[in-house]
């Protein structure tokens, strides 16, 4: 149950006569919020949300409206009447408000095939400046889940887009969240696994995230064992990093099973390691295996 706090009293007292700025303060103390909120602060976000535009609106007032809309996903107890606001919301002018609706929506368990699909549409939407849409949506889809099956041949058109790109765009790789996405989503489809071998071996900087999505998925296909014993043993594997190494290992364990031989190989192959930590963590496997 949701505790109300002094602040947040004084908060629906004076919210009104706050000024833009600081309407986008408190809305965005509310969003990072963890706990639930009370009933009556998710209708003061419900009614900022209901009063926005996407049109016409002063630099300020959309802000306003944008963390309302990010608000949104806290609003469990009015979930119908957020997902109707937040639906239209992915069509916005604005990039920052079509990103945000659609974790928001998904945060909120929206199920529409139609909406879920128009989210699915927004993973080639690449505007935006410290973040992209593509982004949002990737997560939005992440968050879904399974229901998100249908949109799986789009998920692998934005993965091998990702995969033959020349060069990445925006502040982070997408590649992280694709894994991840396809990883949530549950697919084993022999197409999703070679896109996500295809990521271990042409996109380093997300192979790890991918090996994991691979075990995941519980992936035993002999394509599967190879790509993550090929990076596990290869140069571009962060052979400092303790943490990746049980990782990588227990994805190997996981998905090849059946080959000890192959797990043996790679357990021989981190024993050689300079670093000690991960020399240390092959002689453990080693002598258990």
């Known amino acids: 149950m949701s505790q109300t706090y002094q602040w947040m009293t004084d908060l629906l007292h004076q ?3 706050c000024d833009l700025e600081q309407k986008a303060g408190w809305l965005k103390l509310l969003s990072d919020f963890q ?8 209708e003061l976000i419900y009614k900022v949300a209901l009063s926005g535009t996407s049109t016409g609106s002063d630099e300020k007032s959309v802000a306003v409206w ?7 996903a806290k609003c469990h107890d009015l979930s119908d009447k957020a997902i109707a606001i937040l639906t239209p919301c992915l069509q916005s002018e604005y990039w920052f408000i079509r990103g945000n609706a659609a974790v928001s929506l998904a945060l909120l368990g929206v199920q529409d095939v139609a909406t879920i699909s128009r989210i699915g549409e927004l993973l080639f939407d690449h505007e935006g400046f410290d973040w992209h849409v593509s982004e949002a949506a990737l997560s939005a889809l992440e968050i879904i889940g399974e229901p998100v099956q249908q949109e799986i041949p789009q ?8 995969i033959h790109q ?3 765009g925006g502040w982070t790789d997408v590649g992280a969240s694709i894994a991840n996405c396809l990883a949530a989503v549950g697919d084993d489809s022999p197409e999703v696994i070679n896109s996500l071998c295809q990521i271990i071996e042409k996109r380093k900087i997300s192979a790890y995230d991918a090996c994991i999505a691979l075990c995941m998925l519980n992936a035993k296909a002999e394509q599967a064992q190879q790509a993550i014993a090929s990076y596990l043993c290869s140069d571009e594997m962060p ?22 031989d192959l797990i043996r190989q790679c357990l021989y192959h981190l024993l050689q390691s300079s670093f ?14």
């Open 15 to 17: 919210f009104d006569g």
């Open 35 to 42: 706990p639930d909120l009370p009933l009556a602060l998710q």
């Open 66 to 72: 944008n963390q309302a809309i990010i608000g949104l």
């Open 155 to 162: 998920i692998l058109h934005r993965a091998s887009a990702y």
């Open 166 to 168: 020349d060069e990445f």
């Open 239 to 260: 052979v400092d990093d303790a943490e990746r190494t049980y990782g990588l290992i227990d994805a190997l364990e996981s998905v090849a099973c059946d080959r000890p």
């Open 276 to 289: 000690e930590e991960v020399a240390d963590i092959a002689k453990q496997r080693l002598d258990s295996f």
